[in-house]
């Protein structure tokens, strides 16, 4: 280790001894999938346990409600699970800012839903690595900087129910929390399993593009129809052409249609961009209005659009590397090499530079495949991400960065 004061040396040693694998085992034993709402109330249960042992009051704040377009082309609600909201000594002079998600990519259905040791050193499981190892970490970095008795420091603890769906009924909550914070961390697991942070990350939308043509009889009169399909496919093969450098452009999937002998009436884009600029978000936005007008206007069909960029691009500042600096310096302290690079994926800390907090998002555990049924947590890393965690946060509420 470098040199630690004698206040960080045991701040440090106290994040490391808590009792993380064993939360960790206990918690990836709850399925939490986003959409699995009973698993996800008995799994803030238990997180409101674990959290209770930090000073402030734990409370589950309900979801902000959220629509989506089904395959029938109808707007309905999309019910998402509470999310625990942790304030402590709000009226400290530094303040700061922790997030991580409950919810995993797995259903209740999923056959991934129990863990096992793959050797001595890593575990194979559901939500290990993203992201129950990395509340665990959270945890025990929080109680061990609340033991060492610092008072100028208060905080907000966020840990939502439906980050991996977009975090759409968690967003208004997650930027109410950030206003006003020096810095935020949030739990994702690492980007490589070597440790390497996530740096600048794009923007992320989601849009669900509703085509209505006319029905009309396949062999009689075709010619009366307008194929909603057909249209639903040139709109996805211009968004194709939107592809550029720092702009990344999917079509996923073509919902509706009708039997053969029927023109189809009915067909649902679903499309996701990834924009590396709050410039390049404008243009994208830009030229899926150009394109939905054309195809509209070529096709004589009624296009409606739902959906926009939830996640807003999150650039490297100088606040964010200054940030970045301090975790690096604190690694470096601690003997663990600590990088960054850029990441194609997004998180809620997009959602939080974007409101001008500087946030380090990968302070996680290291390990790897997540969304497979692959995903792996190495053990040590919870070990050795506490205590960069807390050395981290003790350095933040001393005035550095």
């Not at 939308?205 to 040139?234: C, E, M």
């Not at 100088?318 to 690694?331: C, N, S, Y």
Request: aromatic share 4%; with cysteine.
């Amino acid at each position: 280790m470098g040199a630690l004061s004698s206040q960080e040396q045991i701040v440090v040693e106290r994040a490391a001894a808590e009792p993380m694998l064993d939360q960790v085992l206990a918690w990836a034993a709850v399925n939490s999938g986003s959409r699995n709402l009973d698993g996800l109330a008995r799994m803030a249960g238990l997180l409101g346990d674990a959290f209770s042992k930090l000073p402030g009051s734990v409370v589950l704040v309900d979801a902000a409600p959220v629509d989506a377009v089904d395959a029938a082309g109808k707007t309905i609600g999309i019910a998402h699970g509470q999310n625990l909201h942790l304030k402590v000594r709000p009226e400290a002079p530094v303040q700061l800012l922790f997030t991580g998600h409950m919810d995993t990519v797995f259903a209740i259905d999923h056959p991934f839903q129990e863990t096992r040791w793959l050797d001595d050193e890593v575990i194979n499981g559901p939500g290990t690595a993203d992201m129950k190892g990395g509340i665990a970490v959270m945890l025990a970095a929080l109680k061990a900087v609340e033991a060492s008795g610092v008072t100028n420091l208060g905080y907000e603890v966020i840990i939502n129910s439906d980050e991996e769906v977009g975090s759409l009924g968690s967003a208004p909550l997650i930027a109410e929390t950030a206003r006003g914070k020096k810095a935020a961390l949030t739990y994702e697991p690492s980007a490589l399993p070597d440790g390497t942070l996530a740096g600048a990350r794009p923007g992320s939308g989601n849009f669900a593009i509703t085509i209505r043509g006319r029905s009309a009889h396949a062999g009689r009169n075709p010619d009366d129809g307008r194929n909603a399909v057909l249209a639903a496919s040139d709109l996805a093969l211009r968004f194709e052409k939107m592809r550029r450098a720092g702009l990344t452009v999917n079509p996923a999937k073509i919902d509706g249609g009708s039997p053969t002998n029927v023109v189809p009436d009915l067909a649902i884009l679903r499309v996701n961009l990834r924009p590396a600029t709050p410039e390049l978000e404008a243009e994208a936005n830009d030229m899926i209005a150009a394109a939905i007008a054309a195809v509209a206007a070529e096709r004589d069909v009624h296009i409606d659009i739902h959906g926009g960029f939830a996640r807003p691009p999150k650039p490297m500042t100088p606040a964010a590397e200054a940030l970045f600096g301090l975790v690096k310096q604190a690694g470096a302290d601690l003997g663990q090499s600590i990088g960054w690079q850029p990441s194609g994926g997004v998180c809620d800390g997009n959602n939080i530079a974007a409101c001008g907090v500087p946030v380090v998002d990968t302070m996680g555990v290291r390990g790897g495949k997540i969304h497979s049924t692959e995903e792996f947590l190495i053990v040590e890393s919870l070990k050795e991400r506490a205590a960069l965690s807390a050395l981290t946060i003790l350095r933040l509420a001393g005035g550095a960065a």
